[in-house]
């Protein structure tokens, strides 16, 4: 959870240097390695001690879904939603570290997984649980900050200058 304690908004990159961006239909996300755009970039909020939410440039939370990636296929959608009342948690990601990266782990023990491949797997993205040792490499993602939070701690020399500033 420290990786974010700072952050306001944040990059989401995979092992294959592919970034989580978030769709123009305001539903799907997917992989792209550009990741420069402002659909890339997700606002981190905490909604307690372990868990955060991420809502992308429309304005959308990422959410786990219980719905099937595609059929016959273990992975589950994830995707973008309104926030609506979370009784299940699918829209809050617990980050567990893992040295400079983390996992994000689902209220229900899954992970977000970059899914690559032929299509319609390639640049998709997933959740479900990882059993095999190469799999849980592959849900580890690299966090960029690309915003921090504003410092509310204020130094005596900050109350100085306001105390002047007031004055005048």
Known sequence: MELFKKAKS?????????YMLADDDEET???DRDGTS???EWE????????IRFKSCYGKYLMA???????GVKGKKVMQTDLK???DGSVDWEPVRDGFQARLKTRAGTFLRPIGGLPPWRNAITHDNPHRLKTKEKVLWDIEIVETLPSYRKT???LQLYCVLDNK
């Open 29 to 31: 996300v997917f992989q």
């Open 156 to 158: 005596n020399s900050d």
């Open 65 to 71: 879904s219980n719905n099937p990636f595609l059929q």
């Open 85 to 87: 009342p979370d009784l």
């Open 10 to 18: 944040i990059r989401l990159r995979s092992m294959k240097d592919k």
């Open 44 to 51: 981190v909020f905490p909604t307690g001690d372990h868990h």
């Open 38 to 40: 402002e659909k890339a």
